[in-house]
């Protein structure tokens, strides 16, 4: 007896969508079980803004852990005696370490990532990024999340645009920036 | 003793800076910039990235799943390969003042561990500060290639060069 997608798709176009099909429940299955089951393309309403559950205090470990791992070699994110000179010569805001702008994205995405990341597909674009303050080592960053737009791309998953503020403990905006993503669908 | 400390310090008045980076002056329109070093992005870095910043998605950090998505091995977090490109870009570019934006990032196709990152910037735009002098936006677009020199990410970024 064949299988109901022989008799479906023809001949021609069996083997690939016999493919997607066992490729899809595959992922599936670990998908279902591996990740949360509220963050699907369908879960985005256009004009949702959501607080991510998480804060983070950026140590100096992770700062200039990451800078360094990328090789960024801006004295200014890890010299400190440099930025304290700088500063008393009034060449500097501050007279410590900034964070690099990179490891602040980075986090306060990757605040929102369980929420807004979690079921990506593949990330797509990143515009409109802004630094608007300055992050030091012992700044606690929130995450917040705007839903832009969202459109449908394949049978299996959709296009959201989100926007991504960051704010200090003092809840001053530091990092705003747009990103855009193909995000899974749940029912497929 | 006085003497002696005086000897051994003699090498801080001999020292002649041997100073990194460029000025306002070198970013000419059109100029290319080819950057140092290339980097490797291994699967220990990836998973210290995604870890440390919380990327949770297992395509970045469970290799079965990734697999299973149809891919060789985990995927390299798109923000890894940003920071990177823009790491090997800093002293070319931007160790003479402050970031102000970046715009029209691509993330073009997807890097996986082992892939080597290689980039280079071409300046876009050149504008003096009005309120500062000597200071300027500069502009320019960067671009990021793996081993087979394919675009993997390119984007625009602009920093306030104050010399």
């Known amino acids: 007896m064949s299988p109901i997608y022989l ?16 490729r899809m429940s595959a992922i599936n299955k670990m998908n279902e079980r591996l990740t949360g089951q509220d963050n699907y393309f369908e879960n985005f309403e256009v004009g949702a803004v959501y607080q991510h559950a998480r804060g983070k205090t950026v140590t100096e470990n992770d700062a200039v852990t990451i800078c360094h791992l990328v090789m960024n070699s801006a004295s200014a994110h890890f010299d400190d005696h440099l930025m304290k000179q700088m500063h008393q010569k009034k060449l500097a805001h501050v007279g410590e370490s900034l964070v690099f702008g990179g490891v602040t994205i980075s986090i306060v995405i990757g605040l929102s990532y369980q929420d807004t990341g979690e ?38 998953s959709g296009v959201v645009t989100f926007r991504h503020y960051g704010v200090d403990q003092d809840k001053s905006l530091v990092f705003q920036g747009d990103r855009t993503a193909l995000i899974r669908k749940k029912q497929y | 003793m006085n003497d002696q400390a005086n000897t051994k310090l003699d090498f801080l008045e001999k020292a002649v800076l041997w100073d990194k980076g460029n000025t306002i002056d070198a970013f000419d329109d059109g100029r290319v ?22 990327m949770y998605n297992p395509l970045y950090l469970n290799k079965e799943y990734a697999k299973a998505e149809g891919h060789p ?32 990032c691509k993330f073009l196709s997807p890097v996986y561990e082992s892939d080597t990152l290689t980039c280079r910037s071409a ?8 309120s500062k002098k000597g200071a300027a936006i500069v502009t320019w677009k960067t671009e990021g290639f793996n081993q087979s020199n394919e675009l993997v990410i390119e984007f625009v970024r602009s920093n306030f060069l104050v010399m």
């Open chain 1, 7 to 22: 008799t479906t798709f023809g001949e021609i176009s069996t083997a690939s969508k016999l493919k997607k099909v066992i």
């Open chain 2, 123 to 130: 300046v876009l735009n050149k504008r003096y500060s009005e």
């Open chain 2, 73 to 104: 091995g985990c995927v390299v977090a798109p923000l890894l390969v940003f920071n990177t490109v823009l790491g090997m870009t800093v002293e070319d570019l931007s160790l003479r003042g402050p970031f102000v934006g970046i715009k029209d």
């Open chain 1, 119 to 156: 079921q990506v597909i593949r990330e797509l674009s990143m515009d409109n990024i802004k630094l608007t303050g300055p992050v030091l080592h012992g700044t606690t960053l929130y995450s917040y999340t705007e839903v832009l737009s969202k459109e449908d791309a394949d049978d299996d």
């Open chain 2, 33 to 54: 910039f080819y950057h140092h070093w290339g980097r490797s992005i291994n699967s220990g870095d990836n998973s210290l990235f995604s870890a440390l910043t919380q």
